[in-house]
């Protein structure tokens, strides 16, 4: 494969990673029913390295299954997927070196936990590539750390004994040890109270910061309006929007046409700057809303 290759967890990564769609299709097909409706039209997206990406739409609109495209976990039935300017069926072979560095955790991902301690979940995929254990230690500490977990009292934890916020933690740790440079989540805030989302949300920016290029796909608006940078729409397949999350919540037709609600602060600012508070637009978390409404009422 020359220089188009995928390096393993033994040599050096590429310091960028880029997946391309160019006019993809899919429908899922079944001997009983080998002509099914496609799920996914005409797809063409680009995701470069440093990217922070919100996947969003109504159920049903093909969200999950666009994600799986990225690594070939699925195949398009049309169009063609480059990964390194490489089309993904060029990496037969190395398919899970692929998926190494895509890495995706998808909704509930604590329902496949199986090991009896959070070492030996997270260690799992390490010690199927064979590395030494005295790297696995040193990795699990790392990514342990990375989602805000200490090392010496989670290590020998049951991960079926921890809260719904550390279950979420451990998985996307369990996925980070593979030192993927793109980190897919579905639906990442499902099931969890406002304080484990508040971490999570943390933990997410943390990710980020070390390069990494992340891609949110979720119904929380909240959530996805704190973190990413860019909207990717979908609606019945495809892509009916594509660019800064500013212009997607200024758009309410857009917004309302995908089935979607504003963020609540968002929405909030935007009605009291119509009231004539001069609120500094756009704001996308509460706390910050909060900040500057105390700003402005400090001189009185």
């Known amino acids: 494969m020359g220089t188009k290759g995928v390096a393993n967890l033994e040599g050096e990564y590429r310091k960028t990673l880029k997946i391309q769609l160019q006019d993809v299709s899919f429908r899922y097909t079944h ?4 002509n099914s409706d496609w799920v996914l039209r005409h797809i063409s997206l680009t995701i470069e390295q440093g990217d922070f990406i919100g996947i969003v739409g109504p ?13 070939a976990l699925l ?11 490489v089309p993904i069926q060029n990496y037969a072979r190395e398919i899970t070196k692929i998926r190494q560095r895509i890495g995706i955790v998808f909704q509930f991902p604590e329902t496949q936990f199986f ?7 997270i260690a799992y995929g390490l010690r199927n590539l064979k590395i030494p254990e005295s790297e696995i230690e040193q990795q699990i ?9 200490d090392y010496a009292i989670f290590r020998n934890r049951s991960p079926f004994r921890l809260s719904d916020g550390e279950k979420r933690r451990v998985a996307i740790a369990s996925i980070l040890v593979m030192e993927p440079k793109v980190l897919v989540l579905d639906e990442p805030t499902a099931g969890l109270d406002y304080r484990s989302i508040i971490l999570l949300k943390q933990v997410i920016r ?17 959530f996805v309006g704190a973190l990413v940078h860019r909207i990717v729409a979908l609606q019945r ?8 999350k500013t212009e997607f919540f200024k758009n309410m037709a857009l917004v309302n046409s995908t089935h979607l609600k504003l963020p609540r602060a968002f929405e909030m600012a ?10 500094v637009l756009p704001i996308y978390e509460l706390e910050d809303l909060q900040h500057q409404l105390r700003e402005l009422a400090a001189p009185l």
């Open 270 to 279: 935007v009605r009291l700057q119509k009231k004539g508070i001069p609120l």
């Open 75 to 85: 195949r398009p039935g049309e169009g063609q997927i480059l990964v390194d300017e």
């Open 31 to 34: 001997s009983f029913q080998p």
């Open 237 to 244: 397949g495809q892509i009916c929007f594509d660019g800064p």
């Open 206 to 222: 943390r990710i980020f910061q070390q390069r990494k290029t992340i891609v949110i796909v979720s119904h929380d608006m909240d």
């Open 59 to 71: 159920s049903g609109s093909g969200k999950t299954t666009l994600i799986q495209l990225f690594n």
């Open 141 to 149: 500490r790392e990514k342990l750390a990375l989602v805000d977990l």
């Open 115 to 121: 090991e009896n301690t959070v070492y030996d979940e």
